[in-house]
């Protein structure tokens, strides 16, 4: 069912697929004498205000960074309490997420995950599924190299099997097999937290598109910080490796 949600500007033009790397949780905790999970707990309310922007300025897929393949590096206490987390969205979120026709989605490696969080994540993709106000992605130990890796290893199974050719392996085919292969080819990267790097997240994906760091932490970016990315986006000009004069 259609929302009629204001948009943010008519004449802006709207990136159709947007990533964020949400960075800075444990840094805005401890700048607030809070330890880091604090940080991770208040990011919460930064990923429902990106989702309520993202449907009002009509954005089709939004993927957010949550958990790296390298995280599970980080203290047990804190990973154990990012799993809890996660779970705790799962149950309280996702039904949400559907009254609003949002369709969610996780990437990544799931079998490091418990039995318990794999079976939430799969039972809230199932409920979802059909929904077509817009696609959520939720990267949990999602790596970009992991990413490109995995569909290799398909289309090399699929040489083996004699399915296809070695001359079936081509950019189309490999994308095929990446994760967010069906979504529009990612507009926008943001990251937040001041740094100014991409740490394997969508490394295949990021090939064209237009990165917008800002030092905001995760849980300071709101609406506002939101619709700002996409201002700055508007502004942006992609030549795709053509001349400006070619793309205007
Ligand atoms: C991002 O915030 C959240 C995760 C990586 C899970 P951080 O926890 O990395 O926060 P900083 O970068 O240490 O401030
Ligand atoms: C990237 O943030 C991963 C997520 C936001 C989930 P990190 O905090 O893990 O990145 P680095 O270690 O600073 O590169
Ligand atoms: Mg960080």
Not at 7 to 13: A, G, Q
Not at 68 to 73: F, T
Not at 158 to 163: A, C, L, P, R, Y
Request: net charge neutral; aromatic share 8%.
């Amino acid at each position: 069912m259609p929302t009629n949600i204001a948009s943010v500007d008519d004449k802006l033009k709207i990136p159709e697929h947007i990533a964020i790397i949400m960075d800075g949780n444990g840094r805005w905790a401890q700048a607030q004498g809070k330890g880091r999970v604090a940080g991770h707990k208040a990011g919460v309310n930064s990923v429902r205000a990106v989702v309520k922007g993202a449907r009002k300025a009509g954005v089709k897929a939004l993927t957010l960074f949550a958990f790296s393949s390298e995280n599970w590096q980080r203290p047990e206490q804190e990973v154990s309490v990012l799993m809890d987390l996660f779970m705790y969205v799962l149950t309280k979120e996702v039904k949400r997420l559907h009254k609003n026709n949002i369709c969610f989605k996780v990437i990544g490696d799931l079998s490091r995950f418990s039995d318990k969080l794999q079976k939430s994540i799969r039972k809230s993709e199932q409920l979802t599924a059909d929904n077509t106000e817009l696609v959520l992605s939720v990267a949990a130990n999602y790596g970009g190299r992991w990413d490109i890796t995995n569909a290799a290893k398909q289309l090399a199974t699929q040489v083996q099997d004699n399915e296809i050719s070695l001359d079936d392996i081509t950019e189309n085919s490999l994308n095929e097999h990446t994760c967010l292969a069906k979504l529009p080819p990612l507009d926008l990267l943001i990251r937040t937290g001041g740094d100014y790097r991409i740490s394997n997240f969508l490394l295949w994906q990021a090939a064209y598109a237009e990165f917008y760091f800002t030092e905001v932490l995760w849980p300071d970016f709101d609406e506002k910080a939101f619709e700002k990315a996409i201002e700055v986006f508007d502004q942006r000009e992609r030549r795709f490796g053509k001349t400006g004069e070619q793309v205007k």
